[in-house]
Each structure stands twice: as structure tokens, then as C-alpha cells.
């Protein structure tokens, strides 16, 4: 249990007092000299009484301190806590930014409880399965509970970041309230709250440079939405990142405006698809200084006072302007005779996505033929082969994909020879994510099953962490993974394999295996099983539609008191039947959650 | 910040081309009979004779009975079909349904490229239920009847309802009888309700299953003393089209 933060042991021995603690020596890069209030009074307030240590061990866990301040790491902090108990102290003291993999696998009273001082919360919830509808409503990852003990135990709090967690308006209102020194928000594949949430972080949090909400789940409620646009500040604002790409309700334009004429900070603004070609016009000549931009619908809206269409000529030169401009994305309609606006920044584009676009590769190549230093590009293949012959072409940094790290691509159909290409091709990847969407397809040429394919890439691609696999996929291909991908992480699993031989197989090879998510693949207890020597030193293991048994879970239960094994799916089964639909087991150290809705059941 | 949820290096990304899953020709597996089943898969690719035909339509209806068919939707075997039916999965492609819906949105702006694609796209909708927090959204294109639709709805919401709502062998056919809905209107029972492309809210099993996933904006289960007035709407409503 060494990884992250949720898999250590909590020293319960009693909280050091020390008298050099506070803001002044905790400063680092990302941290503001002049925060609010020192931790120490904190603790003071809160009437803990702690035996002070002998004064050579105060200074030397002073000088501790001021050197582990520099550790940003959260790996290498890690391991710096588990030397002694002294260095255990001082880490936890000096840990700025909280990071918790998986919410279930630690209280808010014991994460709050070691890391006193911390300032930034990065906090993740749901499994990623629950994207593709396969988590039921209700599961959980609340931010409700932690927001409440923040509010108490982080007056400083800073900065949070969550990720598929629910959080309610009234959540945001109370952390609008709670910290004087919010700055960032940032919100990913969440749900839960709607345009009054985001009111009240707008109008409370006086200090907010960055609201980045990126994939969540806006609630739009015609009654309910309100002009959360217009409660920001009326004087001028130190917003930096503004994205609200997934916020489906229309906002109001003119306030929008406003708003970034008086954020002199603002360098990444990302709007939804209401924003039309022509509003967005008016925001980058009110802010060239932008660095990424997500453009919005890219097409005109037809105005109800018949004004004229904005003319390309016009939006050039906006573009133009734009001189700092590294980040391009958006394009939810792109009409294609405003793509060549685009032209004069993308020389200087680092990264473009153009995955909402249609475009077509005779769209594609002026474009991406001046795109010589872009380092990260979605796109759909509505380009063909003929637009990523280009795109090879052009971007060194992506070109004859030798420098290439991730690549996730959809098909309907691929062979073996393209894939073991990728891996010889592709040495430097990290992230393999290919996903054939016909079930069990076989090379498409050979008839064989993919697994050498995958099998070329496990063993070519040596710094590879994150493998997603699909295709008709054998045994054999779980045997090469757990005999090269001995730095996966990272593995995602659908409909593949014969038998638990490709469950244990990787169970027992991949020793750096962190998250198994696996759907509709016949796997069952004696696979599952394997995996208990592992089960501690992994954040969790997902398996939906494959052989499991009550029995077996139960027994993985029983021999790890200290995972947390849940069990759900279908209400309408026998109930004879024995058969789990759905798994989701993780370590944690505070046992089984208290917030269980009626259809889990924890063993 | 959150350094540690994206890649920031070089990264190419392909995605969906604008046809989203659709041209699958397979039987429905997912059981440990997979020497079988993949055999009759691959010569499902080719040609159909019908002994093979009406094997993987035994094939399937085996599995459909296994218990761990339970994210396949359902696969309905009609040997009389030249070709296999396609079978609906929950969550595959693993695509976000936002993108889904960009997809279609892009498809009903006249871009596509093959007329068919339109119709293997997403349709989704936002389902709300009396009394639970949460709104949810549901693909009516990957359920091919009411019935389906309804276990799909049952299992979305399974932790809110009090298990009146079609869990006691009520299949979808009898709730769909009308007396059987204005009797389930008097209780407390769910009963779901739609709003429809005039705005007018319906209850769910008036119309021809197709005309409902087309007219279908939005869902709404209702308690069912709350959904008493919508009978007779229903009714006119119906009178005036037909």
C-alpha cells in the first residue's frame, strides 16, 4: 500500500506541535505568500493539546520541513513519509495539494486529519465505466461530505478539482462561502449541479481565476436556469481559465462580453455552442491575449434583426490578433468557409481538436499543413487517410508518429500488420487505446484474433502505462501482456478472452497494475481469486457481464478485511441465482462507505 | 492542477466517424459457449444460409437466458430476416453520450455522408423520476420496444422506486393494457410520461413504438396520482392525428 495517499496507513500516534509552522515557510511555486489564516491557529482553536518533542527533534523537523517543501511529487512525497515517523510529520505538514484516487478509499476525517495544511483538492469518484452508463444513478462519490468537512478543517482551501464526483448547487454554495482564497475550480465528468451552483461561484468566490468545467453534466431545467454569467464581480476580475463548453443553456451574451473586457488575466476562454461565430469575433477582439481558445459553434446564427453574416475577412484578422494563441478547440458546427480564419495561428498551435468537426480531408490539409508544432490533435476520420497522410506529413512533433505518447482511436475494423506497425513505429507511447466497436472482430484480413497485435505493442511500446484492448481477443493475448506490459497501469478490458487463464495471467504479471476495468468477458471466480495477493496494491478492479459468483466475491471478501467489495446490477434476477453482474472492489481504510444505496451490496 | 487526469504530451486522437456503431452483423454473445458462437459469428460475415441462420438464432436465445447477458439489451431472433438482427449494448462504443448527441446533431444538419447512418445514431433524452435527485439519460435508439425500454428505465432508477413499478412479472404488454393504466393510475404507482415534440406531455405506450422514439423529447415518471390528468389528453391528442 505505498502508491497514493488512500493506500497508506494512518499514523495515529498524536499530531506534533510546531512552532515554525505556518504560511511564511510553506510557500512554494503555486502557493500565495500572503494567504489567509496560518494552520496553527487552527489547531489551536480546535483545543488539541499535544506533547511538544524535545527541542533538537523540533529543529530538525524544522529543517525537514523547509527542504520537503520542494517535493511536489506526490510519489516521491509518498516514500519521504514512510522513512520515520518524523519525516511521516513533517511531509504531512508540508503537503500542499491533496490527491485522492478513488473517494471511498478514505474519510474526509482522516485525509483532513493527516494532511492539516493542505491547500489544493484533487478528488476522484465514480469508476470510469460509469461514463458509458454502466454505473446506476444514485451509486454515490458525493462531494457533499467533503466539502463539509473542508469547510471546517480548510479555511485556506484554494484550490479543487473533481472528477466524476455528484456535487450539488448547495455544494458550490458552500464552497463559495468557505474560502476566502478559492481560485480554482475545475470540474470533469460531474454531475449534480446546474446554473445556480455556478451562480453562486461566480458571485462569492472574489478571488477566482480559473472555472474550468470540462464533460460534466449540466442540469438545464428550463424553469431553473439562471444568468450565472452576470454575478461575477462588476469591477475587474483575476480570471485566468474560463470553460463552459458542457453547459447546454444558452448564457447571456453581453454580459459575457463584459465580463472578459474587464478580466485582464483571462488567457483560456472556452464557450459552449451557442456562442456563434460572430459573438465569438467580439470576445477574442476584446481578449487577443487569449492562449487557448475553445470556439464554440463556429457558425453563424442567423440574426433576428437580419444583420449581415460575419465575413471571414473579419474574423482573419481577429485571428490574427490572436498572437499568442497555442490551444484551438471547440468547432461544435464549424461551418467550413470560416476555417481558413484560422490560418494565421496555426503556425503557433501546440494542440487543436477538432473531434467535434466533420471536417473532411480537403478541409483538413490547409490547415493542418501549417500546423508544423502542434503536439496534441483530435480529430474524426471523417479526414480519411488521405487528411492524416497530411497530418503526418506536417507535424514533426507527431510525424511519422516516432514522438507520438497516446493515441486513442475508434474503428470499425483493423488488422494485426497496422498495429504491430504502430508498435514499431510508435516506441515512445504510453497510452494505447484502440477501440474495434464491432464486438469480437477478427483481423479483417487474416480472419486471426488481435492478439498479436496488442501482443506487438506490449512488447515494442517499453514505457507503456495505459492499454485499452478490443477485437477478437484470445488468452494469448492477456499471457503477452502480462509478460511485457510490466509498466501498465492502467488496463481496460471488453468482451475478450476464453477463459480466467487471461484474468490470472494478468493478475500475476502485472506487478505496476493499478485499475482493471473489464466488461463482458468470461471470467469468473477461480480468475478473480488469483488476484488476491494484488488486490492491495491496486485502486480498484471493475468487472461487469462476466462469470462471477456471490460465492467467489464473497470469498475475496473474506481474506482482504481491508477492500471494500461491492456487489450490484440486475433486481429482476432469480434469486437462486448466484451470479454477480456487477463488481467493484478498492482498498480503503475506513471499510464499507455509509452511503450505500439499496441496490449494492457490500460483502 | 490536475496534472495527473490528461496527457499533456503528444497525443493523436481519432474518433468516431459519424455513423457511430452501426453496421454490426453479429449474433449476441456472451457466454462460455464461445467456440460455438464464434464460429457461427465469422459465418455470419458471409453468406446466410438458413440452417445457419436459424442456429445462431438458438445460439442467441440461449444466451439471452444465461445470467450474465444482462448488458445486452436484447437480440430479436427472426429466422425469416435475410440478415442478423443487430444487437443493442449498453455503453458500447465506449463514447460519452454527449458526443453522441454532437453526432446526430451533425447528422440532422444534412452532413452525413450515407443515408442510413442517421438512423443507428443516438436519440437521448433526459429522464426524470418524482422524488429522486438525479436526472438521467437514456438512449431510446438502443431499446427496440416499450418493454425494453421500461426494464431499462426500472434498472436507472432500481434504488428509487418501491418495487410496484413493473418488478412483480408486469411485463411491458400488459402495461401497456388501458385498463391496466388507468388502474395503476389510482395507486401509487410510477407511470411514465413523455413530452413530445409540441410540448404536450403523454403518457408512454399511446403510440407505435417508432412514432414515439421520434416524437419523444424528453421523460418524466411520474407518481401516478399525479398523471391522472394526462389519460384523456392522450386520447384527443391521438383522435386529432389519426
Avoid at chain 1, 303 to 330: I, R
Wanted: charged share 25%; net charge neutral; with cysteine.
Amino acid at each position: 500500500m505505498t502508491e497514493d495517499c488512500d493506500g497508506e496507513e494512518q499514523d495515529e500516534e498524536t499530531r506534533r506541535w510546531s512552532p515554525g509552522q505556518g504560511s511564511s515557510s510553506s510557500s512554494r511555486g503555486g502557493g500565495s505568500g500572503a494567504s489567509a489564516s496560518s494552520p496553527l491557529k487552527t489547531r489551536c482553536v480546535r483545543g488539541r493539546v499535544d506533547q511538544p518533542p524535545p527541542f533538537s527533534g523540533l529543529v530538525l523537523e524544522n529543517v525537514l520541513e523547509n527542504v520537503l517543501q520542494f517535493l511536489a511529487c506526490r510519489r516521491d512525497r509518498n516514500a519521504a513519509s514512510l522513512v520515520c515517523r518524523s519525516w511521516y510529520r513533517a511531509e504531512a505538514r508540508t503537503r500542499l495539494e491533496l490527491f485522492i484516487g478513488n473517494c471511498y478509499a478514505v474519510s474526509p476525517a482522516r485525509a483532513l486529519g493527516r494532511f492539516r495544511c493542505a491547500r489544493a483538492l484533487v478528488l476522484k469518484g465514480r469508476p470510469r465505466f460509469a461514463d458509458f452508463n454502466l454505473v446506476p444513478v444514485g451509486w454515490g462519490a458525493r462531494f457533499s461530505p467533503w466539502v463539509a468537512s473542508m469547510a471546517v478543517a480548510y479555511p485556506w482551501l484554494e484550490r479543487v478539482c473533481l472528477k466524476r464526483m455528484t456535487v450539488t448547487d448547495a455544494d458550490l454554495a458552500l464552497l463559495a462561502r468557505s474560502f476566502s482564497s478559492f481560485r480554482d475550480l475545475t470540474l470533469i465528468c460531474c454531475d449534480g449541479f446546474g446554473t445556480p451552483g455556478l451562480a453562486a461561484v461566480a458571485e462569492l468566490c472574489r478571488n477566482l481565476r480559473v472555472l474550468d468545467l470540462i464533460e460534466n453534466d449540466v442540469e438545464d431545467e428550463d424553469e431553473e436556469v439562471v444568468d450565472w454569467i452576470s454575478r461575477f464581480p462588476e469591477t475587474a476580475t483575476c480570471l485566468e481559465s474560463l470553460s463552459f463548453e458542457c453547459v447546454n443553456c444558452p448564457v447571456n451574451f453581453a454580459a459575457l462580453e463584459a465580463l472578459v473586457a474587464r478580466s485582464p488575466s483571462l488567457r483560456r476562454l472556452r464557450v459552449n455552442q451557442h456562442v456563434s461565430v460572430g459573438q465569438l469575433r467580439c470576445l477574442m477582439v476584446r481578449a487577443p491575449q487569449l492562449t487557448h481558445l475553445g470556439t464554440g459553434s463556429f457558425e453563424t446564427v442567423p440574426a433576428a434583426d437580419g444583420a449581415a453574416e460575419l465575413d471571414v475577412a473579419e474574423l482573419e484578422s481577429a485571428f490574427v490578433a490572436s498572437k499568442s494563441l497555442v490551444c484551438l478547440s471547440g468547432f461544435r458546427m464549424v461551418a467550413p468557409e470560416y476555417l481558413p480564419a484560422i490560418y494565421p495561428v496555426c503556425a503557433g498551435l501546440v494542440s487543436l481538436n477538432l473531434s467535434y468537426a466533420t471536417t473532411t480531408a480537403e478541409q483538413l490539409k490547409p490547415v493542418i499543413l501549417q500546423c508544423h508544432n502542434l503536439r496534441t490533435f483530435w480529430v474524426l476520420d471523417t479526414v480519411g487517410d488521405e487528411g492524416l497522410r497530411a497530418v503526418a506529413k506536417t507535424c514533426k512533433h507527431l510525424q511519422g508518429c516516432q514522438r507520438l505518447r497516446s493515441i486513442l482511436y475508434f474503428c470499425q475494423r483493423m488488422t494485426n500488420a497496422a498495429v504491430v506497425t504502430m508498435s514499431k513505429n510508435c516506441q515512445d507511447l504510453v497510452v494505447f487505446r484502440l477501440c474495434i466497436m464491432g464486438r469480437h472482430r477478427p483481423d479483417h484480413i487474416t480472419g486471426e484474433p488481435m492478439d498479436e497485435g496488442f501482443g506487438a505493442i506490449v512488447m515494442n511500446c517499453k514505457k507503456l502505462t495505459r492499454l485499452a484492448v478490443s477485437g477478437l481477443l484470445t488468452d494469448k493475448v492477456f499471457e503477452y501482456i502480462a509478460k511485457y506490459g510490466k509498466l501498465v497501469r492502467t488496463l481496460s478490458v471488453a468482451f475478450a478472452g476464453n477463459s480466467d487463464l487471461s484474468l490470472r495471467y494478468v493478475l500475476e504479471g502485472c506487478h505496476k497494475l493499478q485499475k482493471l476495468e473489464i466488461r463482458d468477458s468470461p471470467f469468473g471466480d477461480a480468475g478473480l481469486l488469483s488476484g488476491i495477493h494484488h488486490y492491495y496494491n491496486m485502486r480498484f478492479l471493475w468487472m461487469n457481464s462476466c462469470k462471477l459468483s456471490l460465492r467467489g466475491c464473497k470469498e475475496v471478501a473474506q481474506r482482504l478485511p481491508r477492500l471494500v467489495v461491492e456487489v450490484f446490477g440486475d433486481q429482476n434476477k432469480d434469486l437462486d441465482s448466484d451470479a454477480v453482474e456487477k463488481l467493484y472492489l478498492y482498498r480503503s481504510l475506513v471499510g464499507p462507505r455509509d452511503d450505500v444505496p439499496s441496490f449494492v451490496k457490500i460483502l | 492542477m490536475a496534472s495527473g487526469l490528461r496527457m499533456e504530451e503528444t497525443e493523436l486522437r481519432l474518433g468516431l466517424p459519424g455513423g457511430g456503431g452501426g453496421g454490426e452483423a453479429e449474433g449476441v454473445k456472451n457466454s462460455g459457449k464461445r467456440g460455438f458462437v464464434e464460429i457461427v459469428d465469422l459465418k455470419l460475415q458471409l453468406q446466410t444460409p438458413v440452417g445457419v441462420q436459424e442456429a445462431a438464432a438458438e445460439a442467441a436465445e440461449k444466451v439471452r437466458r444465461s445470467p450474465n447477458h444482462d448488458s445486452i439489451v436484447s437480440c430479436g431472433s427472426d429466422p425469416e430476416k435475410p440478415s442478423p438482427p443487430k444487437a443493442q449494448v449498453v455503453g458500447w462504443p465506449p463514447v460519452r453520450s454527449f458526443r453522441k448527441n454532437i453526432l446526430s446533431v451533425h447528422s440532422d444538419k444534412g452532413r452525413k455522408e450515407e443515408g442510413e447512418k442517421s438512423s443507428s445514431l443516438a436519440a437521448l433524452v433526459k429522464v426524470s423520476m418524482d422524488g429522486a435527485p438525479y436526472l438521467r439519460k437514456v438512449d431510446l435508439k438502443t431499446h427496440r420496444s416499450y418493454q425494453e425500454l421500461f426494464m431499462a428505465l426500472q434498472k436507472m432508477f432500481s434504488s428509487f422506486t418501491t418495487g410496484d413499478y413493473g418488478s412483480q412479472g408486469m411485463s411491458g404488454r400488459e402495461f401497456m393494457n388501458e385498463r391496466k393504466v388507468k388502474d395503476v393510475l389510482h395507486g401509487s404507482e410510477y407511470v411514465p410520461t413523455y413530452e413530445d415534440k409540441d410540448g404536450d406531455w403523454m403518457l408512454v405506450g399511446d403510440v407505435p413504438w417508432e412514432m414515439f422514439v421520434a416524437s419523444c423529447k424528453r421523460l418524466s415518471i411520474m407518481k401516478g396520482s399525479e398523471a391522472i390528468g394526462l389519460a384523456p389528453r392522450a386520447m384527443e391528442k391521438c383522435k386529432n392525428k389519426c
